[in-house]
């Protein structure tokens, strides 16, 4: 039998993915394909936070009705098939199955019954088949989400958050180092809270120091942190571990105490601005990331205005604007003062047009500096890769290397800095 696997959305599903795809290899009669019309079975796992991110599902879900064989199973799974399971059973019969990211626990005995197969009840994360083939890959350390962010569906989707326990995490990072993977990636929708619901003692800052004890070569990096729960031990933990990439992934939202407030945020400003500088001034060389959403109902001029100038204060060395999406079932889609499209989508252009500004500037100090840097790919000119400065799939920017010698892809290298743009850096790795 023949498959095929797309994974659409952040890295969270990717992983579950990598785990569903671990359980279909378990059956010998199943061969993963790249190729839709010859698969006897497509599978599409599905994000269904936002808009955009439905839209993008939907359209693959047709893409694949038009490209597949008749007789191919269609099976859809993830975030979008538990968010509207029964509305796209009646809207789209050619669906053959839809699986929740509720049910993963059963979706081999489900599998069984469509594939008349002998798969096991649910898959073993330690047999999970990594798609990424660079010496790159996601340590998942929890699921769901306990903050109630008024515009957030991701609690009625993934539900409260439960950490995994550390035994499974270790056991799973020791695994990726065994395979060569040289940076893991810690996620979560919320990894500073990781630990509360399951022990006394234990939780973000004393996972990571297990995890980077494990070999002192394997780069560890975090994603993300929620900014007020970042505590001066885990500031320190960063600043004392070479093998803990120094890149901090800070979601803001806003800066307006006010709107906070409305997005149920518990952050403030002046806490924002606290964390920032103790870690600035900790780890001169830090990276900071942030999110931002705009047109959030009652967001006016004069916050748009206060956003701005924290912005231009701050300097994030990476920036990400979105505008505000309204979703069924979270509080703020019923709150007043909605805000028209038009004017979000006017005030993100304006906010990533600042930043633009903001990482030129940035990276023209950056210039002369050397890095150790991953090489991911090369088009028969240039290489290019990855140092701590940027992250995988989050459009920070990248390396573009130009070499005299022949460089190998999964290496690292050093390379010097020498001309920059507002997002990527071009160097040499012969000087």
Known sequence: MKISFISLGCAK???????????LKESREIQIIDDIPTSDAIFINTCGFIESAKKEAID?????IRQKSPNAFLVVIGCLAKRYKQELAKDIPEIDLIVGVDEYDTIGEQLNKLFNENLPKTYDPLKRSLSNPLPVAYLKIGEGCSNRCAYCAIPIIRNDY????KEQIINDAKRLIYLGKKEIIVIAQD????????YTNYGLEELLLDLVKLNSQTYFRVLY???????????????ENHNLMPYFDIPIQHCNNRLLNLMGRTGT????LNIIEKIRKNIPNAVLRTTLILGFPQENEQDF?????????????HLGAFAFSKEENTIAYNLKGQISKKVAKQRVKEIMELQQKISLELNKKRINEVHDVLIEDYDGNNY?????????DADDGRFIIHSKKDLIIGEYVKVKIKKVTAYDVEGECNF
């Open 13 to 23: 599903n990717l992983v579950d993915s990598e785990y569903i795809l671990g359980l």
């Open 60 to 64: 693959t879900i047709f893409d694949v």
């Open 162 to 165: 439960h950490s995994y326990t």
């Open 191 to 198: 990894p500073t809270r990781y630990g509360k619901d399951i």
């Open 225 to 239: 942190l929620y900014p007020d729960r970042i505590t001066d031990k885990l500031i320190n933990i960063f600043k």
């Open 269 to 272: 400003k002046e806490k924002y």
């Open 305 to 317: 205005l206060e956003l701005k100038e924290f912005i231009s204060l701050v300097k994030f060395d």
């Open 384 to 392: 290019y890769g990855r140092s701590y400065l940027y992250a995988p």
